[in-house]
């Protein structure tokens, strides 16, 4: 049987649609699914990082970008003790030195009409309920408002986010990983915002912070989220948000802000390092690969990434007729080369320095000496492996400033 489509891809957020974009654009026939309606809101802290402006660009979307994305120019780190480090971006070579905040109500509907606009057939409002592997293709069962649909393609892409019914349905998430947890809201009328993305150790329980990503230069999404280490803990993700708003650095700002919507909280997940990537005719993106940042906690940069590499793996492997686990396992090794390093290295340095007593003279040791700056931005932009923040030199800089 041959099956309409060549690849079905299941969730239309950045990775689901740079997938299908990149996919379409070489003449493949794309199926892109997802069980809300476009446009709508997905709760996020909004952050674009170079390497994802430079998808972007590639995509031929700056243009779009700069119309609603809000540019920073810079990060301001502030230490459990109050202390701050101020810093331009670094540059790197063919990334911009800059970012931006781009709401996602815009990004995620920018990037779904482009790839409708690059040929790719667009479902919305379909939950995806099940996908059968048989033979050559597999069966994609989903429903619209109870209107059962049966779509077949070649392969499929899960890129469901942190939604897990379907791939523990399809075995590939054998257990449960843990998540973090975020909360986040948008005001306006704000005093004394810089260009700056501001990230806030001193008033979130740690591992965890609370932000400040501006989104003009009087409103910003402003948020708090922290990895909950023990079911013990009282603390919920909007209790977290209460007290960083309670903050009075915080409270100096809001002094006459309005608030914008509601207060969404939200889970991440991190768990790239273990998770699966792939199956027989099934391939995994973005956040539903464990694709966030540990430290960070930022996930649009990797969704958009490891969607142009699954869409190169799938080019490839339908041109060999190979769609099977041994043929998708390259995807696993591209994409394994490109994060596992990053992943597991970032974890170290969150457990090594995700304490006061650590976190504290990192930032000062920023302050005095350029090397550490350097080290740390670099670290937060996925520029440097984060093994550099355990290595001798920087550990000596640290221990310096206890």
């Known amino acids: 049987m041959n099956a309409p489509y060549d690849i079905a891809i299941i ?20 199926l892109l699914m ?54 331009p971006l670094p540059h790197k070579q063919g990334l911009p030195d800059h970012l931006y905040i781009a709401p996602r109500l815009q990004l995620d509907n920018l990037l779904v ?17 099940d996908i059968l592997v048989e033979n050559d293709q597999v069966i994609v069962l ?18 469901v986010g942190v939604s897990t019914p379907l791939l523990k349905k399809l075995g590939l998430m054998p257990r449960s990983p843990k998540f973090a947890v975020a909360a986040r ?6 005093a004394g915002l810089d260009d700056l993305m501001e990230i806030r150790f001193d008033s979130a329980p740690l591992p965890g912070y609370g932000w400040i990503f501006p989104t003009s230069a009087t409103s910003a999404n402003i948020g708090a989220g922290f990895l ?18 309670n903050h009075p650095p915080i409270q100096e700002i809001m002094e006459n802000a309005n608030q914008v919507g509601a207060v969404k909280s939200y889970p991440l997940r991190m768990d790239f390092a273990t998770a699966r990537t792939f199956d027989d005719r099934l391939v995994v993106v973005g956040e539903a690969a464990g694709l966030v ?28 007729g190979n769609l099977s686990t041994s043929g998708l396992r390259n995807y696993d090794r591209a994409i394994r080369a490109r994060f596992q390093k990053i992943f597991l290295w970032t974890m170290r340095m969150r457990g090594l320095y ?38 001798p030199r920087t550990i000596y800089h640290v221990l310096r400033n206890m």
């Open 34 to 87: 997802d069980k809300a309606k476009f446009p709508r809101d997905k709760t996020c802290g909004d952050a674009l990082s170079p390497n994802a402006i430079k998808i972007l660009e590639d995509l031929g979307l700056l243009d779009d970008l700069e119309d609603f994305g809000f540019r920073l120019n810079g990060v301001r780190l502030v230490a459990p003790d109050g202390n701050a480090m101020e810093a």
């Open 293 to 320: 940042n540990p430290f960070t906690g930022e996930g649009i940069d990797y969704a958009m990434e490891s969607g142009q590499i699954a869409a190169q793996v799938l080019l490839n492997q339908l041109e060999r």
């Open 11 to 30: 969730g239309a957020g950045p990775g689901g649609s740079t997938t299908a974009t990149y996919l379409a654009k070489t003449g493949a026939r794309v």
């Open 228 to 245: 909950k280490r023990s079911r013990k803990l009282p603390l919920t993700a909007k209790g977290v948000f209460d007290k960083f708003l």
């Open 142 to 159: 989903g429903s619209n408002r109870k209107v059962a649909g049966r779509f077949s393609a070649k392969a499929a892409v899960l890129a």
């Open 354 to 391: 995700m304490n006061e007593w650590l976190l504290n003279p990192l930032v000062r040791a920023a302050q005095k000496e350029k090397f550490v700056e350097k080290v740390i931005l670099e670290i937060l932009l996925s520029y440097r492996n984060a093994a550099q923040a355990l290595s």
């Open 113 to 129: 009409q482009n790839a409708i606009q690059a040929g790719v057939e667009f479902k919305p409002s379909l939950k995806v309920s």
């Open 185 to 190: 809201a948008y005001y306006e009328n704000l």
